[in-house]
């Protein structure tokens, strides 16, 4: 199926664009509603409270919650946990916890950070830290013992 364009022939003057009809005159009482620039009108816009505020009393998890995903997972990403529990917070929101070796990083708020800081110091959690750039982030966990079944 062909779709026909319609093109001025060459030569043609060049039509000017339509004038835009300025704002109606509001009536006594009534508010003129700002004009908004043309470039606003294609940007991507955020949802009130998608971002900033979890998603309810529900959001987030327990000890017991985040140890059991993680051990059910040969490997898991960060974003999964956050996918997971309907952690919905901030892109940079980022907690820090020691480490005998120093301190990492990892991309949760700082409830679940403390919480996995606590399964990484008992030996019951590992990690992967991004390598490039190489930076003390973590961006996938693991379980260092496996959950015996029976």
Same mark, same amino acid.
């Given at each position: 199926?062909?779709?026909?364009?319609?093109?001025?022939?060459?030569?043609?003057?060049?039509?000017?664009?339509? $004038?835009?009809? &300025?704002? @109606?005159?509001?009536? /006594?009482? !009534?508010?003129?509603?700002?004009?908004?620039?043309? #470039?606003? %009108?294609?940007?991507?816009?955020?949802?009130?409270?998608?971002?900033?505020? $979890?998603?309810? &009393?529900? @959001?987030?998890?327990? /000890?017991? !919650?985040?140890?059991?995903?993680?051990?059910?997972? #040969?490997? %898991?990403?960060?974003?999964?946990i956050r996918r997971r529990f309907g952690i919905?917070?901030?892109?940079?929101?980022?907690?820090?916890?020691?480490?005998?070796?120093?301190?990492?990083?990892?991309?949760?708020?700082?409830?679940?950070?403390?919480?996995?800081?606590?399964?990484?110091?008992?030996?019951?959690?590992?990690?992967?830290?991004?390598?490039?750039?190489?930076?003390?982030?973590?961006?996938?966990?693991?379980?260092?013992?496996?959950?015996?079944?029976?």
């Amino acid at each position: 199926m062909r779709l026909a364009i319609p093109v001025p022939p060459r030569g043609a003057e060049p039509r000017p664009a339509a $004038p835009i009809a &300025p704002p @109606a005159d509001p009536g /006594p009482g !009534q508010e003129v509603p700002p004009v908004m620039p043309m #470039a606003a %009108l294609h940007l991507p816009t955020a949802i009130a409270g998608a971002v900033d505020e $979890p998603a309810g &009393p529900s @959001a987030g998890c327990t /000890p017991a !919650q985040l140890r059991r995903f993680i051990k059910s997972r #040969a490997y %898991l990403p960060v974003h999964e946990i956050r996918r997971r529990f309907g952690i919905g917070t901030a892109d940079d929101d980022v907690t820090g916890f020691a480490i005998e070796n120093g301190r990492v990083f990892v991309g949760l708020p700082q409830r679940e950070g403390r919480i996995l800081g606590e399964l990484v110091r008992a030996g019951e959690v590992g990690y992967e830290l991004q390598l490039d750039p190489e930076a003390p982030i973590i961006v996938g966990v693991y379980p260092m013992r496996p959950v015996t079944r029976q």
